[in-house]
């Protein structure tokens, strides 16, 4: 089993519409929790980060994380054209030598 | 400007030449990595620097050389490539080495080897 797995789409939806985006994990010492968003032929660039369980809000984003299923979570509401683009999740012990693992990433595209 | 400046943003090379990637950062970060992104991949972890000492090395042929001469230049040198190494380049950095801080990329540098 994969550490990090991700749907890998691609998404699409029309604009206005509630975007989930998900990741599943199989090692239940990870504790930092993030979403990235790469835009075509960029870096990617920090969404959200989550430290442990719990639920994250910033304007029409909110990341979600659920430990004890080790299910994480990316909802975007009122989805605009502007959000078109990969999602990338990652996850990380705590402590010295932690590095970041990723999932695939996934490709959302919405249409006007 | 990000804080995170990558050049070149794209190259072509032949398998017999040598180039260099730079990566240069502006955020007074003491960690810097390089990634590579291939598609339908996740993002594979090459190269660890913490103020300018390796720290970690991924399995990464030889024909990927890394030099980090000061805590916020970074490049890669590369020679010999194969075609299966064309993929995007990525350079981040973070303020302290694989600590579960966030990490900063810059915007890549694609590379295709022919």
């Known amino acids: 089993q994969k550490e990090v797995e991700q749907d890998p789409g691609p998404l699409s939806v029309p604009e206005g519409a509630i975007v989930s985006l998900n990741c599943t994990y199989s090692?239940?010492?990870?504790?930092?929790f993030m979403w990235y968003r790469q835009y075509s032929r960029k870096g990617p660039e920090l969404l959200m980060y989550?430290?442990?369980?719990g639920n994250k809000e910033d304007g029409r984003f909110t990341a979600q994380v659920d430990k004890s299923s080790k299910y994480i979570s990316l909802f975007i509401r009122d989805s605009q054209p502007s959000d078109s683009a990969t999602y990338l999740c990652?996850?990380?012990?705590?402590?010295?030598?932690?590095?970041?693992?990723f999932g695939k990433g996934i490709t959302l595209s919405v249409r006007p | 400007e990000t804080g995170v400046t990558q050049t070149p943003r794209h190259l072509v090379m032949g398998m017999t030449n040598k180039k260099s990637l730079k990566c240069e950062q502006h955020?007074?970060?003491?960690?810097m990595y390089w990634y590579k992104q291939s598609a339908k991949k996740p993002l594979e972890l090459m190269f660890v620097?913490?103020?300018?000492?390796?720290?970690e090395n991924n399995s990464v042929p030889s024909r990927f050389s890394p030099e980090c001469p000061n805590s916020s230049h970074l490049f890669l040198h590369l020679h010999t490539l194969q075609p299966e190494d064309s993929a995007l380049y990525l350079c981040?950095?973070?303020?302290?080495?694989?600590?579960?801080?966030?990490?900063?990329f810059g915007e890549g540098s694609w590379l295709t080897v022919v």
């Open positions: 981040a950095s973070s303020q302290e080495v694989n600590s579960g801080n966030t990490i900063y």
């Open positions: 090692n239940s010492a990870f504790q930092y």
């Open positions: 989550t430290y442990s369980s």
């Open positions: 990652a996850m990380s012990f705590t402590g010295a030598n932690s590095k970041l693992t």
């Open positions: 955020l007074g970060h003491n960690a």
């Open positions: 620097y913490s103020l300018e000492e390796r720290v």
